[in-house]
Structure formats: C-alpha cells, structure tokens
T-cell receptor, first 117, second 110 residues
C-alpha cells in the first residue's frame, strides 16, 4: 500500500544546531507540503513543492529550507534551530486537481515531534 | 486577510448528533475540506465540498454555503471513538495550498 512516512518521529536538539526532518511518500504525488502544528494554531504551511526541483515558501518559512531532488522525498532543514521551532511537524502530499473539481485531499505523514532546548 | 473560524471545543453525548461549524473569509474559493485528527496522530481526510449543499458519507455529513462563507460537519450516532479534533480547511484557488482553521476539539461523554 502507498504511504507517507516521516523520520525521526521524535527529536530533541540544542539551540543553534542544524536539523533535517525526512519525508518520504510512495503515492507518486507531485505535490508535497510541510506544516507545523502548535497549540491554538491551525496547521501552518512552511514550504511546499509541486514537483521535482520546485520549492516555494509558505507563511512561516523563516529559518527553514527544503529541496526536492526526486518525486518521493521532501526533506525539511532547520538551518539553526531555535526554541520557537519546538513543534509538531507534518509532511503531506496530494495529487493535482481533478476535472470539474478543486484540489484533491492531502495525505499526512505521522508527524515528527521536535523539541529545541 | 484570510481567516477560518471554528469553535475551540464542543461536548456531546454518545449516541447523539453534533454539528461543528466553520466560517471562512478567503480571497477566493476552490473547495472546503474537513479532516479528523485524534490526539497525537496525523489529520485524516473526511470530506470535500466545492458546490453548495449537503454531502453525506455514512454517519458524517458536510454542508457548504458559498454565499455565506459557511460550512458544517454533522456527526450522527456519536461514538466514543469520535472524540478528536475536527479541522476545516479551504483552498482559496489558483494553487493547491490550504488555509486551515485551528480545529474544534470534540469531547464525547458516555
């Protein structure tokens, strides 16, 4: 069965360190997204990609970067971790758009809980 | 700006019916999604509305009024496993991004 996985599931790191969160999907979806989820906020978009070599900034992209070298993977890098980046991070993927309708639903990975001390 | 509003928390009784509302103000509209998220887990897709009216899927139904910027999720015959957060999200159009509400935590009591 197709799936979307994230690793690690839990990570504790220190302020100032570089951290990379992995996301891998076997749906063969072109669209991939990274979100963070904090109490009291909805899912907030960090970066997204519509295909290989395509990356775009979301509403909370400062301090984060992504790269898309193949269809399956979209790793998220925190260049220099800050305590404000303590959060739960979700990766998602989706197909494009169907005829006569809007976008298809996004499928989510299990999430990575990141703590920056 | 773009905004989606949902109640923060609701409580209902097992076996009853509950309606979770969502209102939105977005720059455009190309569909509204409802997701369910159990504590500590990932969101999972429940429903999608792009035209006005009611979409029924088993015990869950979702309604959309584009003119009012309003949707609701109706859960019937509530079960304890329905205790979760319910997230409303809108695609404002022109791309595949979604604008998310903060979610409604639904507590089911026996």
């Amino acid at each position: 069965d197709a799936e979307i996985t994230q690793s690690p599931r839990h990570k504790i790191t220190e302020t100032g360190r570089q951290v990379t969160l992995a996301c891998h999907q076997t749906w063969n979806h072109n669209n991939m997204f990274w979100y963070r989820q904090d109490l009291g906020h909805g899912l907030r978009l960090i970066h997204y990609s519509y295909g290989v070599q395509d990356t775009n900034k979301g509403e909370v992209s400062d301090g984060y970067s992504v790269s898309r070298s193949n269809t399956e993977d979209l790793p998220l890098t925190l260049e220099s971790a800050a305590s404000s980046q303590t959060s739960v991070y979700f990766c998602a993927s989706s197909e494009g758009q169907g005829a006569g309708r809007g976008p298809y639903e996004q499928y989510f990975g299990p999430g990575t809980r990141l703590t920056v001390t | 700006g773009q905004n989606i509003d949902q109640p923060t928390e609701m409580t209902a009784t097992e076996g009853a019916i509950v309606q979770i509302n969502c209102t939105y103000q977005t720059s455009g509209f190309n569909g509204l999604f409802w997701y369910q998220q159990h504590a500590g887990e990932a969101p999972t897709f429940l429903s999608y509305n792009v035209l006005d009216g009611l979409e029924e899927k088993g015990r869950f139904s979702s309604f959309l009024s584009r003119s009012k910027g309003y949707s609701y999720l109706l859960l019937k015959e509530l079960q304890m496993k329905d205790s979760a957060s319910y997230l409303c999200a809108v695609n404002p159009g022109s791309n595949y991004q979604l604008i998310w509400g903060a979610g409604t935590k639904l507590i089911i009591k026996p």
